[in-house]
């Protein structure tokens, strides 16, 4: 059973700070997905990230998927109250499914 | 380009009664997938549909099921409701094949609640 393990599952920081969220497993995954989502909406695609080593920027949140394809971070810089959300990963495994990892929860306080 | 749109936002239910969710797919994408959300279990798979027919299947009981129509739309279906279903439940489309590489694009989900 492939498993993705979400770090920490909780944070609270104030505005300006940066932070970094992992997502971990055993398992290589074909592609890793990171989705933000706000209470009672759906999970909304921030960045797909595919190649072993490979570093998206997105604005303030740099994601990074590692050499090997069984991790990834996402990092924030500055962070913002409008950063606050549940960040989610999931992993493609090949096109058969998806598996989620459980999610970070993020609060940045003004 | 539409997102995935899901109807109804908001379910009230009571138990044992049974309730229809629909979702549409993102035009051109063929692969829909439903799961439940809750605060203590987080995100569950519950069953993906590809061309009409179920793909793959989660861990849930018979009491869940779904379909999806030719025109990649899909409803899926839960009877004898019981509290415990109260939950989130969220449709995510993909176009599954044709593609470098998969994602998936969720709606904005259906809050059902069971009383």
């Known amino acids: 059973t492939q498993l993705l393990e979400q770090s920490p599952q909780f944070l609270s920081i104030q505005e300006g700070e940066n932070l970094t969220v992992y997502c971990n497993s055993s398992?290589?995954?074909?592609?890793l997905q990171w989705y933000r989502q706000e209470p009672g909406e759906g999970p909304v695609l921030l960045v797909t990230?595919?190649?072993?080593?490979e570093v998206k920027k997105l604005k303030r949140l740099t994601f990074q998927f590692g050499d090997a394809r069984k991790d990834s971070s996402l990092h924030i810089t500055a962070a913002q109250p409008g950063d606050t959300g549940l960040y989610l990963c999931?992993?493609?495994?090949?096109?058969?499914?998806?598996?989620f990892g459980p999610g970070t929860r993020l609060s940045v306080l003004p | 380009k539409a997102g995935v749109t899901q109807t109804p936002r908001y379910l009230i239910k009571t138990r044992g009664q049974q309730v229809t969710l629909s979702c549409s797919p993102i035009?051109?994408?063929?692969?829909v997938s439903w799961y439940q959300q809750t605060p203590g279990q987080g995100l569950q798979f519950l069953f993906e549909?590809?061309?009409?027919?179920?793909?793959n299947k989660g861990n849930f009981p018979g009491r869940f099921s779904g379909r999806q129509f030719s025109n990649s739309r899909s409803e899926m279906n839960v009877s004898t409701l019981e509290l415990g279903d109260s939950a989130l439940y969220l449709c995510?489309?993909?176009?599954?094949?044709?593609?470098?590489?998969?994602?998936?694009?969720f709606g904005p989900g259906t809050r059902l609640t069971v009383l």
């Open positions: 995510a489309s993909s176009l599954a094949g044709g593609a470098r590489y998969n994602e998936q694009f």
């Open positions: 398992s290589v995954f074909s592609s």
């Open positions: 990230v595919v190649t072993g080593g």
């Open positions: 999931a992993g493609d495994n090949y096109g058969q499914n998806f598996v």
């Open positions: 035009s051109g994408h063929r692969s």
């Open positions: 549909y590809f061309s009409e027919t179920q793909r």
